[in-house]
Each structure stands twice: as C-alpha cells, then as structure tokens.
C-alpha cells in the first residue's frame, strides 16, 4: 500500500518556498501570530477599550507579511509613530516594575498579561 499523505517532511510552505519548521524565521512568524491571537481574545475581553487593538492587530499582519516576504502593505512610519505612542501611553499609566507581578487578579489584566509576555518572546524572535 502506497502512503499517499507521507507527511511534511518537517517543511512548511511559505508562499511557494519551502521552509523547515524550525527556522527562525518560522518561529517569529509564529510568535507574532500568537501574540495577534491574544490581542483579539484581549479585544474581545476587555470591557475597557482604551487602545486600538485592532490597529495594533493589522500592524502585526504587515510585519508578518513583510517577514514572509509576501509583499503588499508594509509597516509605515505612521504606523510605527502610532506604536510608538500607545507605548509611552501606556508605560505613564504603569508604575515602574520592581518586582515580578503574579498575574491573576482579575480577567482583563490577566489576559492583558499574557499578550505582554508573548509580544517580548516576539519581540525576541524577530
């Protein structure tokens, strides 16, 4: 009997280049799709929409894009400005760490959390 589905061989496809699983190249795609997933949960979450997520989200698509090479809309210095800015915004409204923060008190900060944390091991990545 012939194996018709013999699997992936460890390969992706990336527009019509193939890529093994564990590039790095893979894995920043992969974390920043993660983190975009997050944001949406956190965005269907949060009753406080004080950002623009999914401006936040569709950024995230174009360095995706961008990483993979698939042309169209890049990340803009509009776009980066706006980034930029929801940072400083939000880095006012935060006292400085100074401690490791055990996440839990409430839903919205803990799924706020979690994004936080996958968007460093993007950041990371890329």
């Known amino acids: 009997m012939v194996n018709r589905h013999p699997g992936d061989q460890g390969f992706s496809l990336l527009g019509n280049k193939k890529i093994f699983k564990d590039s790095s190249l893979l894995e920043a795609i992969g974390a920043l799709d993660e983190l975009n997933a997050w944001l949406g949960w956190a965005r269907a979450m949060v009753d ?47 006292k400085p760490i100074t401690e490791f923060v055990i996440p839990g008190d409430n839903k919205d900060e803990a799924v706020v959390n979690i994004a936080r944390t996958i968007c460093r091991r993007a950041e990371r990545r890329v």
């Not at 174009?62 to 776009?79: H, N, Q, T, V, Y």
């Not at 400005?81 to 915004?89: A, M, N, P, V």
């Open 48 to 94: 406080n929409k004080v950002f623009d997520l999914i401006r936040i989200q569709k950024d995230l698509e174009k360095i995706m894009a961008e990483l993979a090479c698939f042309g169209g809309e890049k990340l803009s210095a509009d776009d980066l400005c706006f980034l930029e800015q929801i940072t400083t915004q939000c880095e006012k409204k935060v």
